[in-house]
């Protein structure tokens, strides 16, 4: 059975510019949530979908935005790219949101 | 005071040491205890999962939680070169906000041939 995929694998972006990271959950999974994992930091929360409603948000600015379809794939949206967007994006899929969530290898993403 | 504090390490054990990786909190509503394995510039990989305290034993792998003391562990037996990782402890609330993970800053492995 196929896991979590997550693309691109990884990405190079210009300060100020717009980035769309797209994740599939595992097959019967409805949430899917996102974290942004930095360099010696555990992953931090910025979304949670189920059944296409979000459910929660993480202090993150409005600059990141996301949203799940009808097939429960995400994507997350972050416009005007700081430096400081560089990380590795994580996407995780549970079969209700509160029981195992499962990872993928996430979107590592540079910001120049 | 961060809601999950975990030594970052580095910790360096030899081949079949018994390693104890561990984890405190702050939060009494943690009901949902996680432990990840990371290898470098990959995704977490979900190694344990336990509601509320008590034991959980899967193969080498043995997680505690102790929510008196707001403390949970994970002890890896007979340890193998390819468990050199960064082990991350996640945790959630039972109830409203149990949407969220909320993880330690991950304690990085080596086990030595």
């Known amino acids: 059975d196929a896991g979590v995929t997550q693309s691109p694998t990884h990405l190079i972006k210009t300060r100020g510019q717009h980035v769309t990271l797209r994740c599939s959950p595992i097959?019967?999974?409805?949430?899917v949530s996102w974290y942004q994992q930095v360099l010696g930091q555990g992953p931090q929360f910025i979304f949670q979908?189920?059944?296409?409603?979000?459910?929660g948000r993480g202090n993150f600015p409005d600059r990141f935005s996301a949203r799940q379809f009808p097939n429960y794939s995400s994507e997350l949206n972050v416009n005007a790219l700081l430096l400081g967007d560089s990380a590795l994006y994580l996407c995780?899929?549970?079969?209700?949101?509160?029981?195992?969530?499962?990872f993928g290898q996430g979107t590592r993403l540079t910001v120049v | 005071q961060k809601e999950v504090e975990q030594d970052p390490g580095p910790l360096s054990v030899p081949e079949g040491a018994i390693v104890s990786l561990n984890c405190t909190y702050s939060?009494?509503?943690?009901?949902?205890f996680m432990w990840y394995r990371q290898y470098s510039r990959k995704g977490p990989e979900l190694l344990m999962y336990?509601?509320?305290?008590g034991n959980k034993e899967d193969g080498r792998f043995t997680a505690q939680v102790d929510k008196s003391s707001k403390y949970i562990s994970l002890f890896i037996r007979d340890s193998q070169p390819s468990d050199s990782a960064t082990y991350l402890c996640?945790?959630?609330?039972?109830?409203?906000?149990?949407?969220?993970?909320?993880f330690g800053k991950g304690t990085l492995l080596t086990v030595n041939p």
């Open positions: 097959s019967g999974h409805k949430s």
């Open positions: 336990t509601y509320s305290s």
């Open positions: 996640a945790m959630s609330n039972s109830g409203g906000s149990n949407y969220k993970l909320t």
């Open positions: 939060n009494s509503a943690f009901q949902y």
């Open positions: 979908y189920y059944e296409k409603e979000e459910r």
């Open positions: 995780a899929s549970s079969l209700t949101g509160i029981t195992e969530a499962f």
